[in-house]
Structures are given as structure tokens and as C-alpha cells.
């Protein structure tokens, strides 16, 4: 059993730019595959982000959905496994619940089923 916890959530005005972190409960674990994904009200879960490293680096890289492309950047800190996304330039529609999860298969925009490890959301929210 692994928990992850989210945080760095908020409300910002639009234009404005937050940097979410998602941590490990036993930060020696390094998970091959992680993502973020974020839920809207009425709004099925979407992948937002994902980062997949296995210390082999042929199949490492990262994926970024279309709708937040050139302004999020998702990355992990080696020394203590959080992995982070960086949020530039946000919008209202990036309103949502984002949660990171995490898996142990390759992933490249993994769908939310294949994620073994999830957190419990932090809320983001921007306003114009």
C-alpha cells in the first residue's frame, strides 16, 4: 500500500501560475510511470500530464495533453521521488481536481484505469 498526497493547490487569477507537488508516503519508492490527471465538475477525468523513467532511458519522455501544452511541465525530483507540474499561463478552464497517480508499467498518456496509486485530488481554481 502507497499513499500520495497532492498539494500546491489554489485559486489564482487567470494568467497567473502554480506549481503542484505529489509525494510519496516512503519517498525511496520510484515509480516508473506517473501522471496527472484532473476532473471538472460534469467532466469526465483527463489526462493531463505524464513522465515515465526506468533508469533504462529508451522509452523515457513525457506526454502533455493538447489543451495544456508549451504551458505545463511535469517533472520529478530524483532525491525524493515528488513529481511535480509546474502550471504557467493557467485558464479558466483549467479549473479542476487534479490527482497524480503513479504505476509501474510504461506509460505514455496512460488511461486512469492502468494507474495502481492515486491521490486524493488538490483543488485547482482560476478566475478571470
Known amino acids: 500500500q502507497v499513499q500520495l498526497v497532492e498539494s500546491g493547490g489554489g485559486s489564482v487569477q487567470a494568467g497567473g501560475s502554480l506549481r503542484l507537488s505529489c509525494a510519496a508516503s516512503?519517498?525511496?519508492?520510484?515509480?516508473?510511470?506517473m501522471a496527472w490527471f484532473r476532473q471538472a465538475p460534469g467532466k469526465e477525468r483527463e489526462g493531463v500530464a505524464s513522465?515515465?523513467?526506468?533508469?533504462?532511458?529508451?522509452?523515457?519522455?513525457?506526454y502533455y495533453a493538447d489543451s495544456v501544452k508549451n504551458r505545463f511541465t511535469i517533472s520529478r525530483h530524483t532525491a525524493n521521488n515528488t513529481l511535480y507540474l509546474e502550471m504557467n499561463s493557467l485558464k479558466p478552464e483549467d479549473t479542476a481536481l487534479y490527482y497524480c497517480?503513479?504505476?509501474?508499467?510504461?506509460?505514455?498518456?496512460?488511461?486512469?484505469?492502468?494507474?495502481?496509486?492515486w491521490g486524493q485530488g488538490t483543488q485547482v481554481t482560476v478566475v478571470s
Open positions: 516512503r519517498s525511496s519508492i520510484r515509480f516508473t510511470c
Open positions: 513522465i515515465y523513467s526506468d533508469g533504462d532511458y529508451t522509452r523515457d519522455g513525457t
Open positions: 497517480a503513479a504505476a509501474w508499467d510504461y506509460c505514455y498518456n496512460p488511461p486512469a484505469r492502468s494507474m495502481s496509486y
